[in-house]
């Protein structure tokens, strides 16, 4: 009896083990404890009833070879420092810059890396209580408050990013389910905005602001139901995933103000949101515990991820680790435009260290060897590394029911047919994707495993037609777009305010503009204000369609590791070249040297 308590108090003790390493098929990565970030007073603070750390960084270009900068904020608190990553042990008493607010808290923050110099950087925080503020922790400046008197809207600010490439336009998302466009240059105004009607669609509308003088907020998108939780541009600067407490993924072309797509999540609301380095997959993940990758050509899910035991908060893609190998010369198919998109793509990633990504000739039946290295931490306090590999991909064989392994050491071989049964040894451990299909999944989607079914071949794809009318191929909704962009061209210019001017191109002159594109603005538009009729979506009517699979219609990945990594929820997952950086709700900012990147005064 003793013996069995004393195990089962040494299980309990393990299970509770905060994890300082683990390995991956790359190597070991470490946690660096002298590069922990965190308050100086290091005073316990309610986490519970705090809003989540969130930590944003940018380089400011500093001729010392020193140029890395992060933000946090703890509680009441916003900390802006040097960040030494493995180089040096962080001095957390000499903050650039600190500042403490009564009344309202920070929420979320964004550096314009476009602007960011050694003497001056701009950083846009978002607060609990609505407003959102323009700084400078550098000169110690406070430019702007936006929505000081709360006018646009009241409630709390939940993702603030700049727009790819401007100077001065930044995207601002609400628990209200609001999305606002603001110009830094522009005031908001004494009284509350009107506004008109632009564009809507399958609950989603939005509206220009209707005053005699240009003022904030430019746009107001309103988006599904209840709190619209994150958001993220495609690499291109050129599209917009939203998630939604409505557990709906939307994707919209930015410019154009059109729906591109949608998934539904498994259920619950969906939380966080991120997009692969070219652009062509989006992994979101939520309530359901679950991390989901859709594919933006396709418009469809491709695949699942079962891990985390808890609410999924961030989901990010390692730009370092992602790769593709290919043992011949690249063959193409596809328009030249698309080529173009290769070749640039390349050219960015040329001179670091990141792989870049090229596109697959379907018709090509080459072994090509494709990775992407995506991560995610939750409410459980753990952190996962999911491998997305050929396999899921590229399917060349149907999924079959039964469950088979795939060992990423070796993705050029052909996936298993699924006849293997639950698998044998050698494709386990570090360093092996395991993929499952699970029959009649528990509610929760954490049923991971169960008897096998017959290898029965799974029912055929559902038609388009059970989509949304606008989740068509790219090319197709590109295409669209275009025309609709000449369409509207001569009804737009009453609002050239709108014009996205300062928005810069990186890779053309810098005197070109790229005009923002509007919709058709209905004559009627003053009288559907704000009459937007949104219709709840049952979710047992999405359940087994295109907008939401069923578990076992998919591929259900499991994780490359699943690590115990704090003792309080996790809210913050960045990729760095040499470090991975988690924060966890205790206000701890942890720094994981990569494999070989330990230094040694450490």
Known sequence: MQILKMAAEGGGKEMNEIKTQF????????LLAHSEYSRPNRVPFNSQGSNPVKVSFVNVNDQSGNGDRICFNVGRELYFYIYKGVRKAADLSKPIDKRIYKGTQPTCHDFNHLTATAESV?????????????????????????????LIDKSRVTCVKWVPGSESLFLVAHSSG???LYNVEHTCGTTAPHYQLLKQGDNYAVHTCKSKSTRNPLLKWMVGEGALNEFAFSPDGKFLACVSQDGFLRVFNFDAVELHGTMKSYFGGLLCVCWSPDGKYIVAGGEDDLVTVWSFVDCRVIARGHGHKSWVSVVAFDHYTTSVEESDPMEFSGSDEDFQEQVHFGRDRANSTQSHLSKRNSTDSRPVSVTYRFGSVGQDTQLCLWDLTEDILFPHLPLSRTRTHTNVMNATSPPATGSGGSGSGGSGGVGATVITAVNNPSTNGS????????????????????????????????????????????????????????????????????????????????????????????????????????????????????????????????????????????????????????????
Request: hydrophobic share 35%.
């Open 447 to 602: 049923n991971n495993g169960g008897p096998n079914a017959p290898g029965n071949p799974l029912p055929m794809p559902l038609p388009r037609s059970n989509s949304l009318p606008h989740s068509a191929a790219a090319s197709t909704a590109n295409s669209k777009s275009s025309v609709m962009d000449n369409a509207i061209a001569s009804g737009v210019s009453k609002f050239a305010t709108l014009s996205l001017h300062d928005r810069k191109e990186r890779h053309h002159e810098k005197d070109h503009k790229r005009n923002h594109s509007m919709g058709h603005i209905s004559s009627k538009s003053s009288d559907k204000l704000n009459l937007l009729a949104k219709t709840k979506t049952d979710p047992a009517k999405t359940l087994g369609t295109l907008l939401c699979p069923r578990m076992e219609d998919v591929p259900l990945l499991e994780p490359l590791i699943c690590k115990k990594i704090a003792h309080e929820r996790l809210t913050v997952l960045i990729f760095l070249e040499d470090c991975i950086v988690t924060a966890c709700q205790e206000g701890f900012i942890c720094t994981w040297a990569r494999p070989g990147k330990v230094v040694s005064s450490f």
């Open 23 to 30: 390995t991956t098929r790359e190597g070991a990565y470490k």
């Open 178 to 180: 609001n999305m606002y």
């Open 122 to 150: 701009s950083l846009l925080v978002g607060f609990s209580a609505g407003q959102v503020q323009l700084i400078d922790p550098i000169k110690k400046e406070t430019s702007k408050l936006f929505n000081e008197e709360r």
